[in-house]
C-alpha cells in the first residue's frame, strides 16, 4: 500500500512540476501585481517626461494635443472635478491631467489602447476605463455652454449670420451627415455596413454660419441614407411638428411684396424637400434660375462640409479604423464636437452662450422611434419657388451665374 502511496505521489509531483515549467514558458505566471515598465510611470511615462518639456513650447503642445495650453487648463478646469479618483492604501490614483491627456491623444490620432497605454506606461485596461469615463465628462461638463439647443433668439442670430456670410437670408443652419468608420461589432450583421463598403456610425449635424455645431445627432446605423437617419432623429422630427422655436415667418430681404417666408435649412439631394428644409433642384440641363439657386444653397451647404473637415483634420481618429464598442465611439464623438465649438469660441474668445432666466427651463431635444418619410408637399414646392425667384431678382449678387 506504501508503494501505490508513492508512485501516486510521485506522479502528482510530476505533473506539477510539468505544469510549472508550461506556464513559465508561456509568460503566464505573474510575479507582480504592477509590471516593472508600468512602476517608472512617473520617471518614463510620457506625460511626466514629454509633456513638462512640450509645455515650453505652445506650438508643439498644440500639435500634439490640438488644443494650447490655454485651452487644456481651461477644459482641466471644467472637467477636472469628474474625473478625479480617490487614492487608497494601495496605490496612488492617476491625476485627473493626466487622464485627460490619455483621453485626449486618443482622440488626436485614433491610436490604439495598446500603443497609448505603451507611451503613458498604463495598463491597457486603464486606458480603456479612462477614455470612456472622461469623454463622457468633457460632454457633460461643456454642453450647456457649447452646444445647447437653440432657442428663438439663437436660430435669429444664425439666420444673421448667414445672410451677412454666405448671401442666404431667413437660414438657420446647414444639414448634412458623416460616417464615423468603426470595427463592426459583434453579431451585428449588415446594420453599420455603409454604401462605402465600410461599417460605420453617423454623426448629423446642423451648423451655423461660423462653423459651429448647434445640433448633433449621433448613432445612425451606418446602412441608413441621410434622409432615413434624419427622419429618425430628434431634430428630424422636432422640424417637421413645428416644435424647434424657429423664428417667425418674415419676408425675405427687398422682397416684401413676396410675403412672409418661412425659415430654413439647407440640405443636400440627399435629403427631403421640406418647408423647412431646401434642397437643390435635381437634374444636369436646368434653366438658368434653378441652376442660380442650386449655386447660392450649394454656397451656404459648404459650411456643414467644411465643417466636418475641420474636425476631422483637428481630431484624427476620424481617420482611423475606431475599434471601440459603439456606444464608447458615439460618446468620443459627441465630445470632439463640443471641444470643437469649445476651441473656436476660445479662438474668438467669444463667450459660451448663457441662458436667461426664461431659457432656463429648454429641454434637449428627445429621443424619438422610427418615423415614415412622404414626400414633398406643395407649400415646401411654392417656398424654394420663392428663393429660387428672389436670387435671381431682388436678391441677386455679382458673382453667382448669369447664363
Known sequence: ???????????????????????RRR????????????????????????????????????????????????????????????DTNYRRSITAAERLSI????????????????????????????VPQVVTAIWDCLVEDYMAVPTTGDWRSIAEGFQERWNFPLCCGAVDGKHVVMKAPPNS?????????????????VVD???????????????TSDGGILANSAFGQALRTGTLHLPPDQPLPGADERGPQPHVFVADEAFPLRRNLMRPFPGRTLPLERRVFNYRLSRARLVVENAFGILSSQWRMYRRLIEVHPEVA?????????????????????????RGAGQAGEEPLPGLGRVAANFSSRE????????????????????????
Open 380 to 403: 415646401a414646392v411654392r417656398v424654394r419657388d420663392v428663393f429660387m425667384a428672389h436670387f435671381s431678382a431682388e436678391g441677386a449678387v455679382a458673382w453667382q451665374p448669369t447664363e
Open 189 to 205: 450583421g449588415s446594420q453599420f455596413h455603409n454604401y462605402k463598403g465600410t461599417f460605420s456610425i453617423v454623426l448629423l449635424a
Open 209 to 223: 454660419a461660423k462653423y459651429r455645431f448647434r445640433v448633433i445627432d449621433v448613432g445612425g446605423y451606418g446602412r
Open 103 to 130: 483621453c485626449l491623444r486618443f482622440l488626436a490620432t485614433g491610436d490604439s489602447f495598446r500603443t497609448i497605454a505603451s507611451s503613458y506606461r498604463v495598463g491597457v485596461s486603464t486606458v480603456c476605463q479612462i
Open 330 to 354: 458615439e460618446n468620443c464623438v459627441k465630445a470632439t464636437c463640443v471641444l470643437h465649438n469649445f476651441m473656436r469660441c476660445s479662438e474668438r474668445r467669444e463667450a459660451p452662450a448663457v
Open 1 to 23: 500500500m506504501a508503494d501505490v502511496d508513492r508512485v501516486f505521489i510521485e506522479k502528482v509531483t510530476a505533473l506539477y512540476l510539468l505544469w510549472r515549467a508550461e506556464q
Open 27 to 86: 509568460g503566464q505566471r505573474h510575479r507582480t501585481w504592477v509590471h516593472q515598465t508600468l512602476r517608472r510611470r512617473s520617471q518614463f511615462g510620457e506625460f511626466h517626461h514629454l509633456l513638462q518639456e512640450l509645455r515650453l513650447d505652445d506650438g508643439r503642445f498644440q500639435r500634439y494635443f490640438r488644443l494650447s495650453r490655454a485651452q487644456f487648463d481651461a477644459l482641466l478646469s471644467r472637467v477636472g472635478a469628474r474625473i478625479t479618483l480617490q
